[in-house]
RNA sequence: GGGUGUUUAGCUCAGUUGGGAGAGCGGCGCCCUUACAAGGCGUAGGUCGCAGGUUCGACCCCUGCAACACCCACCA
């Protein structure tokens, strides 16, 4: 075999997979399926869709190997709101408004956008080796999706669970839609406190109220005090004159108020900010909306201000109200700013007609679900973070000021009236409204994450009953971000158990959150971000400079962004493979939250993957061409063999412990262990002896070679769902009366572990082995002795088992130490003076006449004595305490002597021999 | 203000019913030994955040504290 190279193995396999279908469920298995979290169409996949569908990836495959009818459902999601943010500015880059296309135009261009972009993120899907299911691929627009959504939407309105009302709503003035409340993020930025003398009517006093906004006070229709505070007390039912405008506003009390706060009076804004709204609604007072769409004051405010920006506003009433002498002062204040989560503006509440789903109904049953544990997070703590939310739950939002998105079916007569139905046609029908009688439909559209809710069941293809809806729904796992639990995974338990009566999943997945190597999250406004298949592929310094650079906002940043992109990637990055990049995702994937995303772990990773090349290299150079009789002919498996498979087993067992609790990490680590320290470090070091040894037995060379290549096959198949690539590649060279005539890998029986194969008699008496071999090697290393000198090895002291042992593996050890003799002496034969190591009771010798420092020697002798002194003093503390003796368990406390009797012997040896040397 | 999580070797992290602290990377030393220098062999390095408690015994269980991270919340 060439070097290992990704590059020139993993391009082929995944169109030979596909061309085969064998990414489609098939068998009588149980079924088993998950359905992808479907990215935007906007995008390209970024570090944490990477990492997830790689872990979906490998549990899709372990499945699908072990038998289970297994779906990976595709599909894409049409993300409302970005995707016309998106297609708006590339149409902005040409000079064309929306507003000059008109809605079907702009509409025709976005759907141009989603063909275009959708590829890309299924070409990057396909070079991470994702085996999704493409022919059944889905789109939250399509028809079919459109049919769901019609209707639930209707179902829901005529249950009254949709309605339709003027709400006070989060209103984003770029984008000019309401969005819900899920899309504002709310950062603490540093503002400040206006303080405002309001005129009290009839008098010479004033209030002083407190504001963050101060051009909201044009649309106040209220002050109000707490009910208790004496100072205001008297006040409660006159009057003030609201400064700017020739209205008066009453003094109300109301126990929301927090008389500690600023000067203890509040001016109530009902239509402009969501408490003074509830109090408004308490005490009956007039909405005065003060905004366009656009958040520039409307007509009814003052002529002075008409048509100005908000925050012009803002300066123009601090400026007057400072002229009239009513701005008290000013303080430095930090708050709560509300921006919306796409386009990064303030976010106005606003008032405007909306629809809503009631959500409290919808709730009840999906916390159910999840109390009872019929649907489990793992890991288990964000369980807390649902209900939490799920308890308190507020009305959803549902419209959207937008195009692109499910058309909300509804339509209006000229008097206002609304009717819901899947068509034009049907609502006159339904309605008896006369032809003459025109009708408008809603221009809204819904919330993109409305359709994302009805994912699991209606690419499945409900409302039909289908029977890729009969066998694969309820699916197995979803897998995503905590970030998205309120946003869909909730909305997905709650729309599913209403119209199906199932849950949507039986488990929740919830992954870490990829960070960069700094711990910072990985963003393009950061320019940390790194593409996955930059990693895969490999890129220049030049390159990924280029690429996170491009199209910044601010110059300052991109100069800043190169800076840290040289520091971190001086040289680019190398090519490492998706093998190697799955592999480091899976060993990453632990339970914590962030996950630091760190190059050198794909380094080492890539490493690996070229361990296990090379060891398969090995195989097939000492196995192939294979003989007649490799497989059918007779073979004696050696201790050495039984050991392999023994190990073999256990680790099977690790990596179906760790797949059945979602350890990615635990099944990457078993595999890589086994792979590196048993397989290659030991297992063919072990067969040399054999393989390259002219006087084995045809008989003996033949069970390693089978051993070999049986182990290397399954080893292969055990690997396949994390390294799909190489395990393919590697696993088609070997000869089919081994691999069986399959036609790849993917569709091979997942290895199970057999406790029968397990031989504890080899695995010790390769323990033995290896004890020994890492005595002598220590001696070597300690002593400073070059690998090519050859040393004569002494044992003493030792066991019949001993004596037993190394008779049996004399060659083997001939071979892995290279010394000059191996002598065995009795108790009575003399012993030169020797560097020493211990293996259990018996002592492996270096003798040092000609070799061996005397001072090294000592200094490691002491060392060896102090630490085993050490130990001697803890055992000793436990034997000589009674109530350890008294209390702990039988076997512990005996363990505790045994060590204590050992220790004893081996210190007794120890301290001898370091008499010895030191009297040289 | 409420909630959750994290704190273990220089760095990034494992540690599965409480019973002798581990890995990878990095460091140091030796080795181009015929699968692999993307390698082999050896080696150094830790009062397991702090303080109490339970226990014969605590990285692990309980309490408190600290630092960091994240989530939720209407303080003008």
């Given at each position: 075999?060439?070097?290992?190279?990704?590059k020139?193995?993993?391009?082929?396999?995944?169109?030979?997979?596909?061309?085969?279908?064998?990414?489609?469920?098939?068998?009588?298995?149980?079924?088993?399926?998950?359905?992808?979290?479907?990215?935007?169409?906007?995008?390209?996949?970024?570090?944490?869709?990477?990492?997830?569908?790689?872990?979906?990836?490998?549990?899709?495959?372990?499945?699908?190997?072990?038998?289970?009818?297994?779906?990976?459902?595709?599909?894409?999601?049409?993300?409302?709101?970005?995707?016309?943010?998106?297609?708006?500015?590339?149409?902005?880059?040409?000079?064309?408004?929306?507003?000059?296309?008109?809605?079907?135009?702009?509409?025709?261009?976005a759907?141009?956008?989603?063909?275009?972009?959708?590829?890309?993120?299924?070409?990057?899907?396909?070079?991470?080796?994702?085996?999704?299911?493409?022919?059944?691929?889905?789109?939250?627009?399509?028809e079919?999706?459109?049919?769901?959504?019609?209707?639930?939407?209707?179902?829901?309105?005529?249950?009254?669970?949709?309605?339709?009302?003027?709400?006070?709503?989060?209103?984003?003035?770029?984008?000019?839609?309401?969005?819900?409340?899920?899309?504002?993020?709310?950062?603490?930025?540093?503002?400040?406190?206006?303080?405002?003398?309001?005129?009290?009517?009839?008098?010479?006093?004033?209030?002083?109220?407190a504001?963050?906004?101060?051009?909201?006070?044009?649309?106040?229709?209220?002050?109000?005090?707490?009910?208790?505070?004496?100072?205001?007390?008297?006040?409660?039912?006159?009057f003030?004159?609201?400064?700017?405008?020739?209205?008066?506003?009453p003094?109300?009390?109301?126990?929301?108020?927090?008389?500690?706060?600023?000067?203890?009076?509040?001016k109530?804004?009902?239509?402009?900010?969501f408490?003074?709204?509830?109090?408004?609604?308490r005490?009956?007072?007039?909405?005065?909306?003060?905004?366009?769409?656009?958040?520039?004051?409307?007509?009814?405010?003052?002529?002075?201000?008409?048509?100005?920006?908000?925050?012009?506003?803002?300066?123009?009433?601090?400026?007057?109200?400072?002229a009239?002498?009513?701005?008290?002062?000013?303080?430095d204040?930090?708050?709560?700013?509300?921006?919306?989560?796409?386009?990064?503006?303030?976010?106005?509440?606003y008032?405007?007609?909306?629809?809503?789903?009631?959500?409290?109904?919808?709730?009840?049953?999906?916390?159910?679900?999840v109390?009872?544990?019929?649907?489990?997070?793992?890991?288990?703590?964000?369980?807390?973070?649902?209900?939490?939310?799920?308890?308190?739950?507020?009305?959803?939002?549902?419209?959207?000021?937008?195009?692109?998105?499910?058309?909300?079916?509804?339509?209006?007569?000229?008097?206002?009236?609304?009717?819901?139905?899947r068509?034009?046609?049907?609502?006159?029908?339904?309605?008896?409204?006369?032809a003459?009688?025109?009708?408008?439909?809603d221009?809204?559209?819904?919330?993109?994450?409305?359709?994302?809710?009805?994912?699991?069941?209606?690419?499945?293809?409900?409302?039909?009953?289908?029977?890729?809806?009969?066998?694969f729904?309820?699916t197995?796992?979803?897998?995503?971000?905590?970030?998205?639990i309120?946003?869909?995974?909730?909305?997905?338990?709650?729309?599913?158990?209403?119209?199906?009566?199932?849950?949507?999943?039986?488990?929740?997945?919830?992954?870490?959150?990829?960070?960069?190597?700094?711990?910072?999250?990985?963003s393009?406004?950061?320019?940390?971000?790194?593409?996955?298949?930059?990693i895969?592929?490999?890129?220049?310094?030049?390159?990924?400079?280029?690429?996170?650079?491009?199209?910044?906002?601010?110059?300052?940043?991109?100069?800043r962004?190169?800076?840290?992109?040289?520091?971190?990637?001086?040289?680019?990055?190398?090519?490492?493979?998706?093998?190697?990049?799955?592999?480091?995702?899976?060993?990453?994937?632990?339970?914590?939250?962030?996950?630091?995303f760190?190059?050198?772990?794909?380094?080492?990773?890539?490493?690996?993957?070229?361990?296990?090349?090379?060891?398969?290299?090995?195989?097939?150079?000492?196995?192939?061409?294979?003989?007649?009789?490799?497989?059918?002919?007779?073979?004696?498996?050696?201790?050495?063999?039984?050991?392999?498979v023994?190990?073999?087993?256990?680790?099977?067992?690790?990596?179906?412990?760790?797949?059945?609790?979602?350890?990615?990490?635990?099944?990457?680590k078993?595999i890589?262990?086994?792979v590196?320290?048993?397989?290659?470090?030991?297992?063919?070091?072990?067969?040399?002896?054999?393989?390259?040894?002219?006087?084995?037995?045809?008989?003996?060379?033949?069970?390693?070679?089978?051993t070999?290549?049986?182990?290397?096959?399954?080893?292969?198949?055990?690997?396949?769902?994390?390294?799909?690539?190489?395990?393919?590649?590697?696993?088609?060279?070997?000869?089919?009366?081994?691999?069986?005539?399959?036609?790849?890998?993917?569709?091979?029986?997942?290895?199970?572990?057999?406790?029968?194969?397990?031989?504890?008699?080899?695995?010790?008496?390769?323990?033995?082995?290896?004890?020994?071999?890492?005595?002598?090697?220590?001696?070597?290393?300690?002593?400073?002795?070059?690998?090519?000198?050859?040393?004569?090895?002494?044992?003493?002291?030792?066991?019949?088992?001993?004596?037993?042992?190394?008779?049996?593996?004399?060659?083997?050890l001939?071979?892995?130490?290279?010394?000059?003799?191996?002598?065995?002496?009795?108790?009575?034969?003399?012993?030169?003076?020797?560097?020493?190591?211990?293996?259990?009771?018996?002592?492996?010798?270096?003798?040092?006449?000609?070799?061996?420092?005397?001072?090294?020697?000592?200094?490691?002798?002491?060392?060896?004595?102090?630490?085993?002194?050490?130990?001697?003093?803890?055992?000793?503390?436990k034997?000589?305490?009674?109530s350890?003796?008294?209390r702990?368990?039988?076997?512990?406390v005996?363990?505790?002597?045994?060590?204590?009797?050992?220790?004893?012997?081996?210190?007794?040896?120890?301290?001898?021999?370091?008499?010895?040397?030191?009297?040289?």
């Open positions: 075999m060439d070097k290992y190279q990704p020139n193995i993993e391009q082929s396999w995944y169109q030979k997979w596909e061309s085969g279908k064998y990414f489609a469920p098939q068998g009588n298995g149980p079924t088993f399926s998950i359905a992808i979290p479907p990215p935007n169409v906007t995008g390209t996949l970024h570090m944490g869709h990477a990492f997830q569908h790689s872990l979906v990836d490998s549990l899709i495959r372990y499945r699908r190997m072990k038998g289970d009818k297994t779906l990976w459902q595709m599909g894409t999601d049409h993300a409302g709101i970005s995707t016309q943010l998106l297609v708006t500015e590339r149409l902005a880059a040409q000079g064309i408004k929306p507003s000059d296309l008109g809605r079907e135009k702009f509409l025709e261009k759907w141009e956008w989603k063909e275009e972009s959708g590829d890309t993120i299924s070409r990057q899907l396909r070079r991470l080796g994702a085996s999704l299911h493409w022919d059944t691929e889905r789109f939250t627009l399509d079919g999706m459109s049919e769901a959504v019609l209707e639930v939407f209707i179902q829901l309105f005529e249950e009254g669970l949709i309605y339709r009302g003027e709400r006070l709503v989060n209103w984003d003035p770029v984008l000019t839609t309401s969005i819900s409340d899920l899309e504002v993020i709310s950062e603490e930025e540093n503002g400040h406190l206006w303080h405002f003398k309001y005129p009290i009517v009839d008098s010479d006093e004033f209030l002083t109220v504001t963050t906004r101060p051009e909201t006070m044009l649309g106040d229709s209220a002050v109000a005090v707490h009910p208790d505070d004496e100072r205001y007390k008297a006040l409660v039912g006159k003030v004159h609201l400064p700017l405008t020739d209205r008066t506003l003094i109300i009390a109301d126990r929301y108020v927090d008389s500690e706060f600023g000067t203890g009076v509040v109530i804004t009902p239509a402009h900010d408490n003074d709204y509830e109090m408004g609604r005490h009956d007072l007039e909405l005065i909306n003060i905004l366009n769409p656009d958040a520039t004051l409307n007509n009814d405010v003052p002529e002075a201000y008409r048509g100005l920006d908000r925050f012009d506003a803002r300066k123009r009433v601090i400026a007057d109200m400072d009239l002498g009513l701005l008290h002062k000013i303080e204040h930090k708050l709560a700013v509300p921006r919306g989560e796409k386009s990064g503006v303030v976010i106005e509440p008032l405007s007609d909306q629809w809503f789903m009631a959500m409290k109904e919808l709730a009840e049953p999906a916390i159910r679900v109390e009872e544990g019929e649907i489990e997070f793992v890991p288990k703590a964000y369980e807390n973070n649902y209900l939490v939310w799920m308890r308190d739950i507020q009305d959803w939002c549902i419209s959207r000021q937008q195009w692109w998105g499910h058309r909300i079916p509804a339509w209006y007569d000229e008097a206002g009236n609304v009717y819901v139905g068509s034009e046609e049907a609502v006159r029908a339904k309605h008896g409204l006369a003459d009688i025109s009708l408008n439909r221009d809204d559209v819904l919330d993109t994450w409305f359709s994302s809710a009805l994912w699991t069941f209606a690419t499945l293809g409900w409302p039909e009953k289908t029977r890729e809806l009969e066998e729904h309820s197995d796992v979803m897998v995503t971000g905590h970030d998205i309120t946003f869909w995974v909730s909305r997905m338990i709650m729309m599913t158990l209403k119209f199906t009566g199932e849950i949507p999943f039986k488990k929740v997945y919830i992954t870490g959150l990829v960070t960069d190597a700094e711990g910072q999250k990985m393009k406004s950061k320019g940390n971000g790194l593409d996955p298949l930059d895969v592929d490999g890129i220049s310094l030049d390159a990924l400079i280029e690429k996170r650079t491009s199209n910044m906002l601010q110059p300052k940043m991109a100069a962004i190169e800076k840290a992109t040289r520091k971190e990637f001086p040289d680019g990055i190398d090519a490492y493979g998706t093998d190697a990049l799955r592999f480091t995702f899976y060993s990453i994937a632990t339970s914590s939250r962030t996950i630091r760190d190059m050198k772990r794909v380094e080492g990773y890539r490493n690996f993957c070229n361990k296990l090349w090379n060891a398969s290299n090995f195989v097939m150079m000492n196995t192939l061409p294979l003989a007649a009789d490799a497989v059918s002919g007779d073979k004696t498996l050696s201790v050495v063999d039984h050991w392999i023994s190990e073999f087993q256990k680790t099977a067992a690790a990596v179906e412990r760790a797949m059945q609790t979602y350890r990615y990490d635990l099944a990457a078993a890589y262990e086994f590196w320290d048993e397989l290659c470090d030991w297992y063919l070091e072990l067969t040399k002896p054999v393989l390259y040894n002219e006087a084995a037995t045809a008989e003996s060379v033949r069970a390693t070679q089978f070999l290549l049986s182990v290397l096959e399954a080893t292969l198949r055990l690997a396949h769902p994390f390294l799909p690539f190489m395990t393919e590649e590697i696993w088609q060279q070997l000869p089919e009366e081994i691999r069986g005539g399959g036609e790849t890998i993917m569709l091979q029986s997942f290895p199970e572990a057999d406790d029968n194969l397990i031989n504890e008699n080899a695995t010790a008496d390769v323990a033995w082995l290896k004890a020994v071999v890492t005595a002598s090697r220590n001696i070597r290393g300690e002593m400073d002795i070059s690998f090519a000198k050859e040393i004569p090895i002494l044992f003493k002291n030792g066991n019949d088992t001993d004596k037993a042992r190394l008779e049996r593996y004399e060659s083997l001939n071979f892995l130490i290279k010394p000059e003799s191996l002598t065995w002496l009795e108790a009575g034969d003399d012993t030169p003076v020797s560097a020493t190591h211990l293996v259990g009771e018996m002592q492996v010798l270096v003798p040092m006449s000609g070799l061996i420092d005397k001072g090294a020697e000592v200094d490691r002798l002491n060392k060896e004595i102090d630490r085993k002194e050490k130990e001697r003093a803890r055992a000793e503390g034997i000589n305490n009674p350890f003796v008294d702990a368990p039988a076997d512990v005996q363990k505790e002597k045994d060590k204590l009797v050992d220790l004893a012997t081996a210190l007794q040896q120890l301290i001898a021999q370091r008499e010895r040397v030191e009297s040289l």
